[in-house]
């Protein structure tokens, strides 16, 4: 594999994990829900401190943590469900659309309730564009094909919320679902071997419907988002 070739080249690429854990943790805990600052200004400000190789192994584990612990909750949640009411759901990472499908009504959200403390809109919309922005690079210090796994995992989550799951549509969403899938698509780019698209994104990608907008602040719709063309147009080169 081509990323791991590079990372045992011979000092290509220099890594610092104290730093790491440094970005980590002022990411963490000077930006999210807590943040005094605009959704869309936090992800340029955390989008700029993720600069570099170290950032980018930021940015990847942001992306892979945010899935991870989604997965568990939605694992704790339908374990909760058969405890009280015998109802079995069944949770497959590679397509959460049909647990919401049946379930949606039943089911939390994660991503807004995450241990931790990511925000959706802010951390991992920035965690998302450094990995998009940085795609070429991505093998010089990660196996970038579970980092793209979660892409798309977010990606589920995302839009099965807004389907299922009671998630308002608001231009900070519909922002994150555009990163996700430019994302997706400049990590695809990048690789030797791009893997076949997971089947919620092929699902989507055969609709054509446009999806209203709204203010953060408000009920007003101030745009529209039609997810079917946008995956096209950035998946299918």
Known sequence: MRWLRRLLGGGQVQLDAGRQQALLRDVQHRYGAHGQAR?????????????GDDGLVVAARIVSQVADEAHADLLAQ????HRRTGRRLLVHRRNYRPLWREAGQ??????????????PYAQVAA?????GSQAPRL???????PVLTRVFEVLDLTTAGWEYGRVRID????????????????????????PRLPPPVREL???????????????RAVGSINLGARLRERLLV
């Open 39 to 51: 959704f869309s200004e936090q992800v340029e400000a955390v989008t700029a401190m993720l600069n």
């Open 78 to 81: 339908a374990h909760d469900i």
């Open 106 to 119: 039943a089911l939390r959200w994660p991503l807004f309730t995450l241990p931790c403390g990511f925000q």
């Open 127 to 131: 965690a998302v564009t450094v990995v």
């Open 139 to 145: 093998d010089r210090v990660t196996d970038p094909s």
């Open 171 to 194: 231009t900070d969403a519909a922002a994150l679902a555009d990163r996700l899938i430019s994302t997706a698509g400049q990590v695809l780019a990048a690789m030797e071997d791009p």
């Open 205 to 219: 990608m055969r609709r054509n419907n446009t999806l209203d907008v709204h203010d953060p602040a408000g009920p």
